[in-house]
Each structure stands twice: as C-alpha cells, then as structure tokens.
C-alpha cells in the first residue's frame, strides 16, 4: 500500500511540474508576441515617420528642380550669346547665374541609424539603398555648389559686375538688374568667364539629372514603405 502510495505521489509530482512547464512556456510565448507586436509597432510608427520626410524632401527636390531649369535656361543663354553676338539678353533674369539651390534630404539625417536596427530586411535594405542614391546625388550637389559660390561669384565682384543699385527699389517700384550688362557683354568675350560658364553648365545639368532621377525614386520608396507599413497589421 505505501508503494502503490508513494507511485501515486511520484506521478502527481509529474504532472503538476508538466503543468508548471507547460504554464510557463505558455507566458513565455505570450511576453514574445507582446514583445513582437510592440516591436511592429515601433517599426510602423519609424516608417511613417520616415515616409512624412521622405515626402517633404519631395517638395523640395521639385522646388529645386524648377531652380535648376530656370538656371540653366540662363546659362544657355549666355553661352548662346558667345556663340552668337546677335542673340538677345533678358538682362532681368541674368542675376541667376549666381544662384545655388539647395539639397539637405532630412529623411537621411533624421532616420539613417534607426533603420539599421530594423528587423524587416526588405525595409532596410530598400532605405539603405536610397540613401546610397542620396549620397550620389550629394556629391555632384557640392561640385556644383563649389562652382557657384567659390568661382563664378569671386570672379563677378572682381570685375565688378554687381550692380549696387539693385538691392534698392526705385520710385516706379521696379527692379534694376541685379547684373551689370555693361561689364556682362564684356566678360562674354573673357576666356575665363567662358570657362566658368562651360563649368557651371556641366555640373548644373548633372546635378539635375541625377535629382530628377532620385524624385522618381523618392516616389516609389513612399509607395512601397506605404503599402507594406499596411500590411503589418
């Protein structure tokens, strides 16, 4: 009888201790769901962080875009005009070959270390490479930028060809021309000016062209992260 007792007690042991077992892989599976969901979770909210950046670099590439077209537009003029002294200047907009636009992507600055504790790896990876295309783009950005403020703008005020008068308005309420046309004419025929200006017309159109190239991009990174951010939940 004391056997057949302590049989008893050894299999109610047992039991009680695969409950125990199973009790405790239990809450451990639930804590890891938790844990997991609240990971998504996270991982959602950095994304539409992320895709609210990502739009307002767009509505700067495109304002930068628009810059560049309108630069470009009076470079080629003046280069026109080397080749073909009957060519015509509107002197009004010719202050823009002194003008930069900007490129500062804040989706990179604000997000490049979060994302690469991301879990999902096509997430990751598809930002990393963006931001790979960002830095592209940023180089040829600072070879135009350099052109622009260290060579084109030194030279123009070495001849003197800003026009003081035009940081004040007259009676009439109109401009004067930012540049002098006098000296402009002039340094058209100046092999140096020439030489900036062929400069300035390289890196503005490959600056250009590798942004309107990232705007593409910029477009189909917000759809992607977009439709798989839906899908988590």
Do not use: C
Request: zero cysteines.
């Amino acid at each position: 009888m004391e056997q057949n007792k302590t049989g008893k007690y050894i299999k109610y042991a047992i039991g009680e201790i695969v409950l125990v077992v199973i009790g405790i892989l239990i809450a451990l599976s639930i804590n890891n769901w938790n844990e997991g969901r609240k990971n998504d979770q996270k991982e959602s909210l950095l994304i539409k962080n992320i895709i609210e950046d990502l739009n307002l670099d767009s509505v700067h590439i495109n304002q930068s875009l628009n810059e560049l077209t309108n630069q470009l537009d009076v470079v080629d003029d003046l280069i026109g005009k080397v080749l073909d002294s009957k060519k015509i200047l509107d002197y009004n907009s010719m202050g823009l070959v002194r003008y930069s636009s900007d490129f500062r992507p804040i989706s990179q600055r604000n997000h490049a270390e979060p994302i690469s504790n991301l879990e999902n790896k096509f997430t990751r990876k598809t930002l990393q490479n963006y931001f790979l295309k960002e830095d592209k783009v940023l180089d040829i950005f600072k070879e135009y930028e350099d052109i622009i403020h260290n060579k084109i703008r030194p030279h123009l005020s070495d001849v003197g060809m800003h026009n003081l008068k035009s940081l004040y308005e007259e009676s009439d309420k109109t401009r004067q021309v930012l540049l002098q046309p006098e000296i402009l004419e002039e340094q058209l025929g100046n092999i140096k000016f020439q030489q900036l200006l062929f400069e300035r017309r390289l890196k503005t159109d490959a600056f250009k062209g590798l942004l309107n190239e990232l705007k593409i991009d910029n477009q189909t990174l917000i759809k992607t992260l977009s439709e798989n951010n839906n899908n988590l939940f």
